[in-house]
């Protein structure tokens, strides 16, 4: 195939469009994600004879606790990933376990967020999520 040609111009859309067509964009999302992360777990009794708790839904919800502790400068945002369920053999109650991943979002400041900082939006989320959906914590 032919190369590929790009009229490079020292304007922002024209080297938005360079930086997409590279995947550096995408490498440094990455990154953040895979390594500017902190991850923590949560685990919780699923109330009886009530619907089940999405992990998208436990996202939108940490989304939202995010968009609380955002500062100007830069923007957090969180993954949620279930990793397991579990279920009591004598009383058949079940309880989920889900990761969630705290991250500084792209384009904001600074590359990784810290520990510190995702634990205090993690403890506004677990209060939410008690409230929201009626869970009893494990």
């Not at 040609?5 to 990154?31: K, N």
């Not at 923590?40 to 699923?46: E, I, K, N, T, Y």
């Not at 996202?59 to 579990?86: M, N, T």
Request: aromatic share 8%; net charge neutral.
């Amino acid at each position: 195939p032919p190369p590929l040609r790009i009229p490079l111009r020292d304007d922002p859309g024209s080297v938005e469009r360079c930086r997409s067509l590279a995947g550096s964009d995408r490498a440094a999302a990455r990154w953040r994600r895979e390594f500017g992360a902190v991850a923590l777990d949560l685990s919780f009794w699923l109330p009886e004879g009530e619907g089940d708790v999405a992990a998208e839904a436990l996202a939108s919800l940490g989304r939202g606790c995010c968009e609380g502790a955002a500062d100007g400068e830069r923007s957090v945002g969180c993954d949620a990933e279930k990793l397991g369920e579990f279920v009591r053999s004598d009383s058949g109650r079940r309880a989920r376990t889900y990761r969630m991943t705290y991250f500084v979002q792209e384009g904001s400041g600074a590359e990784k967020i810290s520990k510190e900082e995702a634990l205090n939006i993690h403890r506004l989320f677990l209060s939410r999520v008690r409230d929201k959906f009626n869970v009893e914590m494990r």
